[in-house]
Every structure is written in structure tokens, then in C-alpha cells.
């Protein structure tokens, strides 16, 4: 597949889904993260896998390791779903975060070998290893172009990280331009709705 492609079909793909992305959009809190993800309520409306991103949800941009609040939300998601229910859905897994997973979280598996979001492949891959609809698998994404809008494509639910984990430190031209991008999909759903 030529590099890009997945771009393209952000923008295709988002025109589609337009008004879907602009109801995500206006029923997310501003300080929306994953502390604010209660595993044993997401049960209660019928959530029985997720698909994780990496970079902005479970750390800064360029990490190898999750931050340790994502690592101790990880610890409460697996006791409530089973680790085996839990994906990670990252546009660059590395090799460096795989590793980490297998010493930490053996049984958290990494989708990859799939088109890149907002391609619904990684989540139908997750939906199939999971054995559970895919209406029953909650994406949780710092981007409404991949991971939110991969997941109305395939069918499964977004869950929309509006304040994503940032250090200037470690990458800070990487950070400023995904806060620029993320502030430039925000705008873009706004005006296309």
C-alpha cells in the first residue's frame, strides 16, 4: 500500500462520517483521558474489549513504556475485562512498546500486520481474537481522523481523548505538531458537520 494512504482515507472516510465525528466531538469533555475511563463502568453499557492507542493515551509521543497512571488503569481494565480482551491499536508499534507489553502485560497483544487506522482492519482484527461483536470493543484515541473514526467505520465505539499525555521534553517538536493537528481535526468535523 503506498505510503499516505491512510491520510487520504482519513479525510474520505471522515467527510463520510461526518456527523458521527461531530456527535463524538460535542459529547466529549474537554479533560476527557483514560483516568476518567472507569473500567467496571464501561461494563455496564455492554463494553467487553477495548482497543487501546499508544502515543497521547497511554503516554507522550516517542515513549517506549506506558506512563505509570496508564500502567496502574491497564492493572484495573485487565482484573475487569481479562488481559486477553485488551488490544493495543497503534499506528507504530514498535518494536521497543511490544517488548515492554510481553514483560509487563504477556497477555495485552499488539494488532499489527493491518492498513492503519482509520482502516476498521485492526479492529476487526481485535473483534475476532476477543470473540466479541464488534459493537461490544470501545477505541480509545487521542486522533477523530484514525482511531475514533476507525472505530464508527467498523462499527465499534470511540471513546475521544481530548486531554492526551504530552511531554515537551522528550519529543517537543512531535508534540506541537499533534496538538496542531488534533486542534486542526477538531476544526475541520466542526466545519464539515
Known amino acids: 500500500m503506498p505510503p499516505f494512504t491512510h491520510v487520504l482515507a482519513g479525510f474520505t472516510l471522515g467527510f463520510t462520517f461526518r456527523k458521527e465525528l461531530a456527535q463524538v466531538l460535542r459529547e466529549t469533555r474537554p479533560g476527557s483521558s483514560i483516568a476518567n475511563l472507569d473500567p467496571a463502568r464501561l461494563t ?16 507522550p509521543h516517542g ?13 484495573r481494565c485487565s482484573a475487569v475485562f481479562g488481559a486477553d480482551r485488551i488490544f493495543i491499536l ?12 510481553r514483560d509487563n502485560f504477556p497477555e495485552i497483544r499488539f494488532i499489527s500486520g493491518v492498513r492503519k487506522k482509520p482502516y476498521p482492519d485492526g479492529l476487526e482484527q481485535a473483534g475476532e481474537l ?25 462499527g465499534a465505539r470511540p471513546f475521544y481523548v481530548r486531554r492526551p499525555s504530552i511531554s515537551f521534553r522528550h519529543r517537543p517538536l512531535a508534540e506541537l505538531f499533534f496538538i496542531l493537528l488534533r486542534a486542526g481535526e477538531r476544526m475541520l468535523v466542526r466545519l464539515i458537520a
Open 130 to 154: 476477543a470473540r466479541v461483536p464488534l459493537s461490544a470493543i470501545l477505541m480509545v484515541d487521542d486522533r477523530l481522523l484514525t482511531g475514533c473514526l476507525a472505530a464508527l467505520v467498523a
Open 63 to 75: 515513549l517506549s513504556a506506558p506512563l505509570p497512571e496508564a500502567r496502574e488503569w491497564l492493572v
Open 90 to 101: 497503534s499506528n507504530k508499534p514498535t518494536e521497543a512498546r511490544k517488548a515492554w507489553f
Open 44 to 59: 455496564g453499557s455492554a463494553i467487553t474489549a477495548l482497543a487501546l492507542d499508544f502515543d497521547g493515551v497511554l503516554a
